[in-house]
């Protein structure tokens, strides 16, 4: 798929994604899971038992590597049984700042075409990644009048969190979010591997930033996802793996908050009859190995 070049906008939480994806432990199993089937601490699943189960949290997670399409195709598929049990459902994504919210709206309410959607958000700008493998889970919020929330903030304002620091940022300039909880010390040690493994220096201050901006990311996504349910809806947020992965990115930050009912679900590629650390999620949807 193609990504478009938009600079070091999403370096930290890419980076992140993609190297807990190499370094996660896994488990061989006696009998192999099959594709189509949801797994959690090593039982599988029926997708009934796993939705209802979902349905009745506050938060959803769905981790997602952006540029894998059947990731995106299980977090529709997951997105619909979770709607068919909950009609008061909001969709988050990570994809787009909160400047991006009319315009969701807009589309929700029908009243703009896909191009000019993706125009007025900004999306090539904003995200990068290819549209069309999100437009299935935009069409779908469309047609089921679901509202779709941006749940990132702009990158000027993640740097100056990063380098001024969250008290010399006015609270209205940073949408009221509050300072993220600081990372337990496996979240900081995996971020520190993810850091030491794409050679981005050895200078502690740099490390700092790198896990500060992570950190800060997930608790601007935490804390919209946070408001959501206040109205009594169930929030879904559509986000990346390293967002999700072991409850420690922005589950962790939402128990910061006061939502403790959270659910983090991820997708999971079969290699080997293998499945992933139990604590690694939830509970997994295991792909057909591509």
Not at 7 to 13: I, T
Request: aromatic fraction near 6%; include cysteine.
């Amino acid at each position: 798929m193609k990504r478009h070049n938009n600079g070091n906008r999403q370096r930290y939480g890419l980076l992140a994604a993609l190297a807990l994806v190499s370094l996660l432990p896994s488990v061989t199993l006696a009998a192999c899971p099959s594709p189509g089937q949801w797994w959690q601490e090593e039982q599988p699943l029926t997708n009934s038992e796993l939705l209802t189960t979902a349905a009745q949290q506050q938060v959803v997670l769905l981790g997602e590597q952006h540029d894998e399409i059947a990731h995106h195709r299980w977090q529709l598929h997951t997105l619909a049984g979770l709607h068919a049990l909950r009609d008061n459902l909001v969709i988050g994504l990570e994809m787009l700042p909160r400047s991006a919210q009319p315009t969701l709206d807009a589309w929700v309410a029908d009243e703009l075409d896909s191009a000019t959607m993706l125009e007025q958000t900004q999306w090539d700008e904003a995200w990068g990644f290819d549209s069309a493998l999100y437009m299935p889970i935009l069409e779908f919020a469309r047609m089921a009048n679901i509202p779709l929330v941006a749940l990132n903030i702009a990158p000027d304002l993640r740097q100056r969190l990063v380098n001024d620091g969250w008290e010399h940022v006015p609270t209205d300039e940073r949408h009221a979010i509050p300072p993220p909880q600081p990372a337990s010390a496996s979240y900081r040690s995996r971020l520190t591997g993810v850091f030491n493994q794409h050679a981005m220096g050895d200078d502690p201050e740099s490390l700092e930033r790198f896990i500060q901006a992570q950190l800060n990311w997930d608790t601007a996504m935490a804390q919209r996802l946070a408001e959501v349910t206040q109205g009594g809806a169930l929030a879904v947020g559509i986000m990346g793996l390293g967002h999700v992965s072991y409850n420690e990115g922005v589950a962790y930050q939402l128990n910061a908050l006061g939502v403790n009912d959270t659910v983090s679900l991820l997708p999971w590629q079969m290699s080997d009859c293998t499945l992933p650390d139990p604590t690694l999620a939830d509970a997994v949807y295991v792909l057909a190995d591509e």
